[in-house]
């Protein structure tokens, strides 16, 4: 019985194209024009046109908002921790530099530093729990911040291990001509070289805005924050 209502909607709709099925053609044109409704007239909305400035202010702000830089005390505070392992491995290199005098004139603009430095009684120590205590584990200051004093210390505290192990075994120094004494000569240069690369390597990604990561060193400091 509910056929019935939709039958004579059919019929009242079209009723010529019922006695023409051979024209299908014609019979879908006017089953198109009876179901458009009269009151609602076809709207050409043209496509919005957006000006190159528009475009470009747009992708602009995206961009800028999307990038996310470190403020200037950050990556000052993290490029000085790293002078800490810089200045207490320079001693490592003292064959190095003195069978090599030509190297000492890259050190030279940082003398006044390392003399300063030195010249202060204690000045590690109180350095490297100036580090620890003052950054560290201080929470108001970035993770950033912390992430690269704790690295720095890390990598000095292991930097000390090796001129420990010397000490004792073969005391404040070996016997020159040895074959102990060319071992340690070949690790205080390897030394000196690792710690000039970790140095520079850490102080240009601070000064960047980025995170260094120093292998087996960047695994240490991220457990301890």
């Known amino acids: 019985m509910a056929s019935i209502p939709l039958l004579r909607l059919s019929m009242h ?33 043209p496509p919005v046109k957006r000006s190159p400035q528009f475009l470009r202010r747009s992708g602009s702000s995206t961009i800028s908002m999307s990038h996310n830089t470190v403020p200037a005390t950050d990556r000052l505070i ?17 064959f190095l530099l003195s069978q090599y005098p030509t190297l000492s004139l890259f050190f030279e603009p940082v003398l006044p530093l390392l003399n300063l430095y030195r010249s202060i009684p204690y000045a590690s120590f109180v350095a490297f729990f100036a580090l620890y205590l003052g950054i560290v584990r201080n929470p108001n200051l970035s993770r950033y911040v912390r992430f690269n004093s704790m690295q720095a210390l890390v990598l000095d505290v292991l930097l000390v291990v090796p001129l ?12 020159p001509g040895g074959l102990g004494f060319k071992l340690m000569v070949m690790g205080h240069n390897a ?12 102080l240009g990604y601070c000064v960047l805005g980025r995170t260094p990561y120093l292998p087996f060193v960047a695994d240490a400091a991220g457990r301890q924050l």
């Open 78 to 94: 993290s490029a000085v921790s790293y002078c800490l392992p810089f200045f207490n491995g320079l001693q490592y290199g003292r």
């Open 13 to 45: 709709l079209y009723p010529k194209t019922l006695t023409k099925p051979d024209n299908p053609h014609t019979t879908l044109s006017l089953i198109a024009a009876r179901l458009h409704h009269p009151l609602k007239p076809k709207l050409n909305v």
């Open 191 to 202: 030394l000196f070289v690792f710690i000039v690369f970790c140095f520079l390597y850490s």
């Open 164 to 175: 420990l192990a010397q000490r004792i075994l073969m005391g404040s120094s070996g016997r």
